[in-house]
T-cell receptor, first 111, second 108 residues
Framework: DTAVSQTPKYLVTQMGNDKSIKCEQNLGHDTMYWYKQDSKKFLKIMFSYNNKELIINETVPNRFSPKSPDKAHLNLHINSLELGDSAVYFC??????????FGPGTRLLVL | RKEVEQDPGPFNVPEGATVAFNCTYSNSASQSFFWYRQDCRKEPKLLMSVYSSGNEDGRFTAQLNRASQYISLLIRDSKLSDSATYLCVLWGYNKLIFGAGTRLAVHP
C-alpha cells in the first residue's frame, strides 16, 4: 500500500555513466516532483510535472531529463554522471492541496 | 540571502523539555507555511501546517507572523521519538521551498 515508491533505493555508479531512477504514486495525484537533497541536507526542487506536462524546471543541467509516461509515473534519467550528482533524490506527489507526499528516496553515489 | 533561514542546531535537550525552533523567510508573497519532519535517512513528512492565528496539535504549537516574516514551532514535553530534523517550508510560485532544517536530539 506504498503511496509513493522509488527504485532503486541505492545506486552506486561510475562517473560518465547514464542511469535512471523510477517513481510511481498510487494516490491519484495530478502533480509530481523530483527533489535533490545534497550532503548539506538542503532539499531543493528540480522538476515538477502536472498531468504529464512539465511545469517547473529549476535550471537543472540538461543531463537530467525527466519523463512522465502517465500521471502516476515520473522517471528521472541522468546522462554523463558527475561526482557532484551524488545526493539523495526524492520523488513527491500532491493533489490540489499544498501537502506533498515523498517517496523513500534514492541514494546516488557517483565514484 | 536564502529564501528560508533556520538555525541548524543541533538542539540537545533532555526528555520532558520544551524546545522552540524559529524560521525566517524572505519572500513576502509566500502563501502557505508548514513544518515537516525528517528522520535520519528517511523522507520528509508533513508535521503540521502553520496558520496566522497559530495552531496546536497535541504537544506541538506553530505560529506565523507575516509582518515579521517569522515562523516558529514549539514542542512541549519532548520525547525521545521527537529526535529528528525539523524543516521549515513555505509554498510559493507553485512549489515548496525548504529551509535547511534544525536538528533536534532528545536524550534520556
Amino acid at each position: 500500500d506504498t503511496a509513493v515508491s522509488q527504485t532503486p533505493k541505492y545506486l552506486v555508479t561510475q562517473m560518465g555513466n547514464d542511469k535512471s531512477i523510477k517513481c510511481e504514486q498510487n494516490l491519484g495525484h495530478d502533480t509530481m516532483y523530483w527533489y535533490k537533497q545534497d550532503s548539506k541536507k538542503f532539499l531543493k526542487i528540480m522538476f515538477s510535472y502536472n498531468n504529464k506536462e512539465l511545469i517547473i524546471n529549476e535550471t537543472v543541467p540538461n543531463r537530467f531529463s525527466p519523463k512522465s509516461p502517465d500521471k502516476a509515473h515520473l522517471n528521472l534519467h541522468i546522462n554523463s554522471l558527475e561526482l557532484g550528482d551524488s545526493a539523495v533524490y526524492f520523488c513527491a506527489s500532491r493533489t490540489d492541496q499544498e501537502t506533498q507526499y515523498f517517496g523513500p528516496g534514492t541514494r546516488l553515489l557517483v565514484l | 540571502r536564502k529564501e528560508v533561514e533556520q538555525d541548524p542546531g543541533p538542539f540537545n535537550v533532555p526528555e520532558g523539555a520544551t524546545v522552540a525552533f524559529n524560521c525566517t523567510y524572505s519572500n513576502s508573497a509566500s502563501q502557505s507555511f508548514f513544518w515537516y519532519r525528517q528522520d535520519c535517512r528517511k523522507e520528509p513528512k508533513l508535521l503540521m501546517s502553520v496558520y496566522s492565528s497559530g495552531n496546536e496539535d497535541g504537544r506541538f504549537t506553530a505560529q506565523l507572523n507575516r509582518a515579521s516574516q517569522y515562523i516558529s514551532l514549539l514542542i512541549r514535553d519532548s520525547k525521545l521519538s521527537d529526535s529528528a530534523t525539523y524543516l521549515c517550508v513555505l509554498w510559493g510560485y507553485n512549489k515548496l521551498i525548504f529551509g535547511a532544517g534544525t536538528r533536534l536530539a532528545v536524550h534520556p
